[in-house]
T-cell receptor, first 113, second 111 residues
Framework: DAGVIQSPRHEVTEMGQEVTLRCKPI?????LFWYRQTMMRGLELLIY????????DSGMPEDRFSAKMPNASFSTLKIQPSEPRDSAVYFC???????????FGAGTRLSVL | QQQVKQSPQSLIVQKGGISIINCAYE??????FPWYQQFPGKGPALLIA?????SEKKEGRFTISFNKSAKQFSLHIMDSQPGDSATYFC??????????FGTGTRLKVLA
């Protein structure tokens, strides 16, 4: 299996622009997570999907952030408009079922200038 | 009560030495404690995990020690190698989707 696939690996954008991060979970996994990693706050859960349905979005920082999972093999995290404080590494992870081991993608390093 | 406190923040060990990273938690409902290893430019990857019904779990050079009464658990890396240089995260969960991660320990093993 190819593992969790994220794109792009790096994104540099200017403040105010829209940013879309993409994730393909491991085939057969029904749980998908979006995390943000920063030096100050470590790994933070942004949103959790189960069977393509958002279950917990309490970690989404504000309305500028949105996430979708239109089908079992694809999810997006969108930031509009982006701000410099959004600069971080964003990880997608998936698990076979709720409570199972989480497998992480390689991440997207976002820099907002 | 949802926090997992991890120490030290960084660690330098000589090749062949023992690396020890500690974590402490408050929530007694936690029942699964994984350790993740993260290399630069990569995502965290599961290294080893333990449940509170055992006090120790060993996989190769990696050992988790678990003290349920003290609500502490630690990762020991025996015979540390330069290839072990990475950031290590402990985590805890109560069987749900929500992993509570420690803040990470950056390990450097000197050749």
């Amino acid at each position: 299996d190819a593992g969790v696939i994220q794109s792009p690996r790096h994104e540099v954008t200017e403040m105010g622009q829209e940013v879309t991060l993409r994730c393909k979970p491991i085939s057969g996994h029904n749980s998908l997570f979006w995390y943000r990693q920063t030096m100050m706050r470590g790994l933070e859960l942004l949103i959790y999907f189960n069977n393509n349905v958002p279950i917990d979005d309490s970690g989404m920082p504000e309305d500028r952030f949105s996430a979708k999972m239109p089908n079992a093999s694809f999810s997006t995290l969108k930031i509009q408009p982006s701000e410099p404080r959004d600069s971080a590494v964003y990880f997608c992870a998936s698990s076979l079922a709720q409570g199972d081991i989480q497998y992480f993608g390689a991440g997207t390093r976002l820099s907002v200038l | 009560q949802q926090q997992v406190k991890q120490s030290p923040q960084s660690l330098i060990v000589q090749k062949g030495g023992i690396s020890i990273i500690n974590c402490a938690y408050e929530n007694t409902a936690f029942d699964y404690f994984p350790w993740y290893q993260q290399f630069p430019g990569k995502g965290p990857a599961l290294l080893i995990a333990i449940r509170p019904d055992v006090s120790e779990k060993k996989e190769g050079r990696f050992t988790i020690s678990f003290n349920k009464s003290a609500k502490q658990f630690s990762l020991h890396i025996m015979d540390s190698q330069p290839g072990d240089s990475a950031t290590y995260f402990c985590a805890a969960t109560s069987g749900t989707y929500k992993y509570i991660f420690g803040t990470g320990t950056r390990l450097k093993v000197l050749a």
